[in-house]
């Protein structure tokens, strides 16, 4: 799929949840979620946007072409820090090796813990045979939280919190007129307080604010996705695994993506973070339903696959 030159995306781990490697996962992979996002108008400047599993192959082909030329720089963007989003972190080659410079940014999912701390305890004694405080790199962490910034070589990072059961954070990357975003983990944001008037607990006035909220937050939601080339977004499951018990859960249903894309005029859409029981049949199952060219207006949808490459 290529769209121009602009920024170039790369897949490197698309599942949610946990690693599911196997016969049934060859074809989409079973590395969890870890983007590669270069500019090649701007120094070739790298960005990953989360450490799972995915991580780790990431980290061998910068070794294997990117070292060649250099110490490896780069910027790695957390969207929450949820296990299947770091753990690959410890396998990260570059960490190891003097000269590497990272710089973290990420929302700070505890008032007493910051990233440098979170990121480290995965790397205590107890877990890992080599603490973060004996890494060679030279790192730097970042906290973030919503609101607008300028990253440097005229590339432009908007942030916009997500609706998941820890504080989650959702990149809108901008540079030479492309948009590029990540939307995940979240789900639609829905009224909390009761809305049934013949329930003991309900409270018209609460009942009304909490509608309002809920409104108020999905459209500022669709505002950051708006026009955007590319867009990948939560889609870990169909609109009846959502309905039967998933909600609050964090994740959203493939209709609801693709409905909310469609709506907010986005080129093209990555449906990613896909469910770790999920096989490669049971997703051409699903891309043959979700993903035929006008399903969805002008919105063209794609499942992500490891390995897949996008250029905007």
Not at 245 to 250: H, S
Request: proline letters at 5%; charged letters at 20%; a negative charge.
């Amino acid at each position: 799929m290529s769209l121009g030159a602009d920024m170039r995306v790369m897949f490197w781990g698309v599942r949610g949840s946990i690693p599911c490697p196997g016969p049934n996962t060859v074809r989409y992979g079973g590395n969890t979620p870890s983007i590669e996002l270069r500019f090649p108008n701007a120094g070739d400047r790298l960005i990953i946007i989360d450490a799972g599993s995915g991580i780790r192959e990431l980290g061998l082909n910068l070794m294997a072409n990117d070292f060649k030329k250099g110490p490896i720089h780069a910027d790695l963007f957390l969207s929450h820090t949820h296990w299947d989003h770091i753990q690959g972190f410890p396998f990260f080659t570059p960490i190891f090796i003097k000269g590497t410079q990272l710089k973290v940014w990420g929302p700070k999912t505890h008032d007493s813990e910051g990233l440098e701390q979170t990121m480290g305890d995965q790397m205590s004694y107890r877990y890992f045979p080599i603490r973060g405080v004996e890494l060679s790199a030279k790192m730097e962490y970042v906290h973030l939280q919503e609101g607008k910034f300028e990253l440097g070589d005229g590339i432009t990072v908007c942030t916009k919190y997500l609706n998941h059961p820890v504080i989650c954070l959702g990149y809108r990357f901008e540079y030479a007129g492309k948009i590029f975003c990540t939307f995940f983990d979240t789900e639609p944001y829905r009224n909390l307080f009761c809305a049934d008037p013949n329930d003991p607990a309900y409270d018209e006035n609460m009942a009304i604010e909490g509608e309002a909220a809920a409104r108020e937050q999905n459209l500022k939601a669709e505002k950051f996705i708006a026009g955007a080339d590319l867009v990948v977004y939560d889609a870990q499951y169909t609109h009846e695994e959502y309905a039967a018990g998933k909600r609050g859960w964090g994740h959203t249903s493939m209709e609801q993506a693709c409905e909310t894309a469609a709506r907010c005029s986005v080129k093209n859409l990555v449906l990613f973070h896909h469910d770790p029981l999920r096989s490669d049949q049971q997703l051409d199952q699903l891309a043959q339903r979700y993903c035929r060219p006008g399903t969805y207006g002008n919105t063209s949808v794609f499942f992500a696959r490891e390995g897949m490459e996008v250029s905007v």
